[in-house]
């Protein structure tokens, strides 16, 4: 298959995962690693479904997924990387703005992901080289500074050591922008820099299910995804910080801005 098509497969999967979502009831809660850390029986059977409609499309494929227990190799050189629902305590206490991600990468590199927020039915995809679209439609970064620009942040909340690192950067970003938002879902905090609605977003710790389809539609809009420290971001299973931006400008002015407080 090409990625193209491999891509529209990946969007055809999470269009029939939205449907479970949108059609939720009963939704029972299992805590993980602690209170703010929780799993429904509908990321499981969201993350099943795209699994088998994955492996139907591209049967060698590997697969990283948030809910599975023993992971694959993410040198395959076919792999999936799915978060069935970003955005689980949004779902769970009814906020609607929760999405799917999937990423696609080959040997290591991501090379087609795809994005859909069933609520608003919004889906983000791209295929590396290809630009970065918005239910079919091209979208692009925004061509503000840091501001007059909205920027987006996470609070890393499983890991409470980094909240006052989180809001001193929050406040700093509030200060010097037009104004923060804190919305629940990095993926989809990735995709308003990508079609242009925030400037940026930075969050001290995600995993890579979390960023590595929203990083590349990012960078196809025409952004830039670095660490927190502005290094690259690495393809890895140990988590990371991210930043995005809509430029290379915005992003020297988060970093030159924040210098202090890293």
Request: contains cysteine; proline residues 2%.
């Amino acid at each position: 298959m090409t990625l193209e098509e491999i891509c529209l497969a990946m969007r055809e999967a999470e269009r029939r995962a939205g449907e479970l979502i949108l059609h939720a009831h009963g939704v029972m809660t299992e805590n993980k690693s602690g209170a703010r850390d929780v799993v429904t029986q509908y990321d499981r059977a969201v993350q099943q479904l795209l699994i088998w409609n994955l492996r139907a499309a591209v049967p060698e494929a590997h697969f990283f997924c948030e809910e599975m227990n023993e992971q694959e190799s993410l040198d395959a050189a076919q792999l999936f990387i799915i978060d069935p629902i970003d955005g689980t305590m949004n779902f769970v206490r009814g906020f609607s703005h929760s999405c799917v991600s999937v990423a696609y990468a080959e040997n290591g590199v991501v090379q087609a992901a795809a994005v859909y927020n069933p609520y608003l039915d919004e889906m983000f995809h791209a295929v590396r080289g290809g630009g970065a679209f918005l239910n079919e439609s091209p979208i692009r970064t925004a061509e503000d500074d840091l501001a007059n620009s909205v920027v987006c942040f996470g609070t890393a909340p499983y890991r409470p050591d980094l909240s006052d690192h989180t809001f001193a950067l929050a406040r700093r970003m509030f200060d010097r922008s037009l104004d923060v938002r804190r919305e629940g879902t990095a993926e989809l905090d990735l995709c308003s820099v990508a079609a242009g609605r925030a400037g940026l977003y930075f969050e001290l710790d995600l995993s890579l299910w979390d960023y590595a389809a929203g990083a590349l539609i990012v960078e196809e809009a025409g952004g830039v995804c670095r660490r927190a420290d502005g290094e690259a971001l690495r393809f890895a299973a140990e988590k990371s910080t991210i930043v995005a931006a809509a430029s290379e400008a915005v992003l020297a002015d988060y970093l030159r801005e924040t210098e202090d407080l890293r």
